[in-house]
């Protein structure tokens, strides 16, 4: 899988519905930031240095429970939006080569990618990603929605991101 979109959708679509979500109560909406998965996954056989190289971080989740359609929307339009800087900030952090940040920058990708799930304005989710974008995430929203009080919780499991691609793909691909 060379398009990064489509290794992250796999793990938004399918690894982490497979591997986390049997946790929420609510349905949850999944969002992270664009240096979550750091390489490609290419065909053949996968082993678990394939899934380290991936997934090194071994994140854990943290979620905002009972959020609104409306209010996640809104957060996804508005870091959809951000300038640039957002991203080569986030890349500072998790120790990202400045040559890659300057690619995803020159070729559009976007800073944050999420849940392709059709929001109800009206409808509570569970706002779910990994604990490192809490503060982003957080704050974010603490922005747009001030008369509003968030606070990130610890996502009820003790599976890491890298432990979801192991379960994913023990149980789905031929290793």
């Known amino acids: 899988m ?14 982490l519905p497979y591997a986390l979500f049997e946790q929420s109560a609510r349905t949850p909406f999944f969002i992270c ?3 979550t ?14 899934i ?9 989740y943290a979620f905002l429970p009972g959020v609104q359609g409306s209010m996640i ?16 900030r986030l890349a500072r952090e ?3 080569h400045e040559r890659e940040v300057e690619a995803a920058v020159a070729a559009g990708l976007p800073q944050f990618f999420h849940s392709q799930l059709d929001l109800q304005p009206g409808t509570a989710y569970d706002l779910v990603f ?3 974008d809490g503060v982003v995430i957080s704050q974010t ?12 919780q610890a996502y009820n499991t003790n599976v890491t991101s890298t432990a979801c691609w192991i379960d994913y793909i023990s149980a789905k691909f031929k290793c």
């Open 94 to 96: 998790r120790r990202v």
């Open 141 to 152: 929203l603490g922005q747009l929605f001030p008369a509003t009080n968030f606070t990130v």
């Open 33 to 35: 930031n664009a240096f």
């Open 2 to 15: 060379s398009d990064p979109l489509s290794l992250y959708t796999l793990y938004i679509e399918q690894v």
């Open 37 to 50: 998965l750091r390489t490609e996954l290419y065909a053949g056989r996968v082993t678990r240095n394939d």
């Open 73 to 88: 929307s809104k957060l996804v339009s508005y870091l959809g939006a951000a300038p640039p800087s957002l991203l080569r």
């Open 130 to 132: 990994s604990g490192y």
């Open 52 to 60: 380290f190289s991936i997934d090194p971080f071994a994140e854990t």
